[in-house]
């Protein structure tokens, strides 16, 4: 009797063991680094989960002395030292200025602020404060974010500050870049391989298990582009040609958001 309770634990354990591994490979995340996982979901979706607190966000730019050419995601990390990167913003036909707002410590490559809703700020002033913010200015003292931090990428909002959908339904269909925010203050760099409209691709997200509460629109299109270089591990996501279904190769941006490991670490 004692034996065969023995067994019927050990059974038990093994089932809880296996429903275990099964959630895990399920759930769709994997660690590359600690504080640093991807997720690969259903309709060609890809999430850099990366904890802000050991890894550090930054703005490079063509534009910046010193730098003067454009470069993929990837040519970016490689040049700076990073591990992932993914679209600033949207930029003008000189291939250089962002659609908007954008600026850092030392430099300025737009300093209008225009109608769109959201900036994302980092590198704060005070330490105390968060390292990574998206401000939503219809619900949030944007001034005095743009006060508090030095870094400054303004972007076309995809979620209300209630966590509603705010896109029409188009019908043009394309990739998607964006970045994002989860409810633990986490970072997250969103990429949609397939062709969706926004409003769709921001209804795939939010179906997603990712806690998500603030979301800005990058970048749609060819141009789109992730990348993600941890260890010996390469992930490269490229916008889909037209409206098809193949990526095409990736083209040199003039400006990324990228991470890199925080000094100290």
Known sequence: MARRTRLSTAAAVATLLLWSLGALAQDGWTTLAPGLELGEFADGIHVLRIDVGAWELVLLSASAEG???????????????????????MYQTDYLSSVSLMRMAGHVNNPRL???NTVLVCDPVDPAEPPVRIVDR??????????????????????????????????RRHSTAAVGLDGAGRLLFLFGARALSTHDFIER???????LVRCM?????????????????????VGAVAAGLRMGEASPVPNVLAIRARTGR
């Open 114 to 116: 225009s109608k769109d």
């Open 138 to 171: 219809t619900c949030e003292d944007l001034d005095a974010a743009l006060r508090a931090y030095r870094t400054q990428v303004q972007g076309i909002r995809m979620l209300s500050c209630h966590g509603n959908n705010v896109w029409d339904q188009q019908p």
């Open 217 to 237: 629109y990058v970048e749609g299109g060819p141009p789109a582009q992730l990348y993600v270089g941890v260890g010996g591990a390469r992930h490269e996501f």
């Open 205 to 211: 997200l939010r179906a997603l298990p990712l806690d």
């Open 67 to 89: 730098e003067g050419r454009l470069r993929t995601a990837r040519g970016w990390c490689e040049d700076h030292g990073a591990v992932a990167a993914v679209n600033a913003s």
